[in-house]
């Protein structure tokens, strides 16, 4: 079985930065796409940005040119660069790893979530 676990959330000012970290333990993740997603309150989970295998990327347009996903498949750790923060990034963040590409309502492993909030 696969745990994943993210770790960097916090708060953070309008315009700060903030580094996202989901680590993978049980086994290697080789083969699988992972992805970011979020949550605000009363909201749906929503789509952040998927990194398959091979690592082609894909980001939800309102996080394009500001938030960057990448992974170290030695460390079978994901990451997200947040830069540019804004108070609608307010959220609790999940990683997600699937073999397809996981979706706000598709993935094999699932992580807890850290909390992101963006103070305007």
């Known amino acids: 079985q696969v745990q994943l676990k993210e770790s960097g959330g916090g708060l953070v000012q309008a315009g700060g930065s903030l580094r996202l970290s989901c680590a993978a333990s049980?086994?290697?993740?080789?083969?699988?796409?992972m992805g970011w997603f979020r949550r605000a309150p009363g909201k749906e989970r929503e789509f952040v940005a998927t990194?398959?295998?091979?690592?082609?990327?894909s980001y939800a347009d309102s996080v394009k040119g500001r938030f960057s996903i990448s992974r170290d498949k030695a460390r079978n750790t994901l990451y997200l660069q947040m830069n540019s923060l804004k108070p609608e990034d307010t959220a609790v963040y999940y990683c997600?790893?699937?073999?397809?590409?996981?979706?706000?309502?598709?993935?094999?492993?699932w992580g807890q979530g850290t909390q992101v909030t963006v103070s305007s």
């Open positions: 049980g086994r290697t993740l080789s083969g699988y796409a």
């Open positions: 990194i398959t295998w091979n690592g082609a990327s």
């Open positions: 997600a790893a699937d073999l397809g590409v996981p979706s706000s309502r598709r993935g094999e492993f």
